[in-house]
Every structure is written in structure tokens, then in C-alpha cells.
């Protein structure tokens, strides 16, 4: 399965969001390891989002005596808080998202400028 890497992020910025860490608070890396398998994503997933999350800016990383911590910097903070509303259903995924005019079977469409036919009875 190929995921793709804003959704890993995302996931990653979730789980600081659902703690209420604000910028410039920081998480363990070990604290995100236990907090992942919620993400339903493979731990290697994680790695690589925390790396792009690092390169992007949107996360710092700092090593001390306690291991290594993950700081949330003002962008990575600005990201995480806008997330947009998961879709109501599994079907509004596969709905196009404009209603698109379907044509009426069994009625032929006739173009604007055609007007009605005449019986021959009709004419005087």
C-alpha cells in the first residue's frame, strides 16, 4: 500500500494537535511511537514523516539526556490546526463533487431553435 506523504504528516501533526501542544512544545519520540498505531499507518511511515516534517520546518528536533524530542514550530502548528473535516462518508470519496447533468434515457434532446411540427389538418 502506497500512502501518501501529506497523509502521514497530517497524522503525525494530529497526534500533537489531539495533546494541545502549542508552538514551541515539544513531544518524545518515544511518546509518538506509543501514540502511532492509533494512526492505523506502518511505524517506517512514521519515520519518513517525521523526516519530511523536519525538512519542511514544521518540526524541530532537539536530543537531550531524556532522548529525543520533537518541537512543534509555529508553522508545523499552523498546519496542524487547520485540518480539513474527514468526508462524511465513504461515498462522498467517490461522488464527483459537482452534481453533473445526467441525460434522460429513452429522450432524445432537441436543440432550442427546433419548433414544433404542424399537422397537415392544421394548416388552413
Given at each position: 500500500?502506497?500512502?501518501?506523504h501529506?497523509?502521514?504528516?497530517?497524522?503525525?501533526?494530529?497526534?500533537?494537535?489531539?495533546?494541545?501542544i502549542?508552538a514551541?512544545?515539544h513531544?518524545?519520540?518515544e511518546?509518538?511511537r506509543?501514540r502511532?498505531?492509533?494512526?492505523?499507518?506502518?511505524?517506517?511511515d512514521l519515520?519518513q514523516?517525521?523526516?519530511?516534517?523536519?525538512f519542511s520546518?514544521?518540526?524541530?528536533?532537539?536530543e537531550?539526556?531524556?532522548?529525543?524530542q520533537?518541537?512543534?514550530?509555529?508553522?508545523?502548528?499552523?498546519r496542524?490546526?487547520?485540518?480539513?473535516?474527514?468526508?462524511?462518508?465513504?461515498?462522498?470519496?467517490?461522488?464527483?463533487?459537482?452534481?453533473a447533468?445526467?441525460?434522460?434515457?429513452g429522450?432524445?434532446a432537441?436543440?432550442?431553435?427546433v419548433?414544433p411540427r404542424?399537422?397537415s389538418s392544421?394548416?388552413?
Amino acid at each position: 500500500m502506497n500512502v501518501d506523504h501529506k497523509v502521514m504528516q497530517d497524522a503525525v501533526l494530529q497526534i500533537f494537535a489531539a495533546q494541545e501542544i502549542p508552538a514551541g512544545g515539544h513531544l518524545s519520540l518515544e511518546f509518538l511511537r506509543a501514540r502511532w498505531p492509533g494512526a492505523r499507518l506502518r511505524r517506517g511511515d512514521l519515520v519518513q514523516a517525521v523526516r519530511q516534517l523536519v525538512f519542511s520546518g514544521e518540526l524541530e528536533l532537539d536530543e537531550d539526556g531524556d532522548g529525543v524530542q520533537l518541537i512543534l514550530t509555529e508553522r508545523g502548528f499552523l498546519r496542524g490546526s487547520v485540518q480539513a473535516p474527514p468526508p462524511k462518508s465513504f461515498w462522498s470519496l467517490l461522488l464527483p463533487k459537482k452534481a453533473a447533468l445526467m441525460p434522460v434515457v429513452g429522450r432524445k434532446a432537441e436543440p432550442a431553435a427546433v419548433q414544433p411540427r404542424r399537422r397537415s389538418s392544421d394548416v388552413a
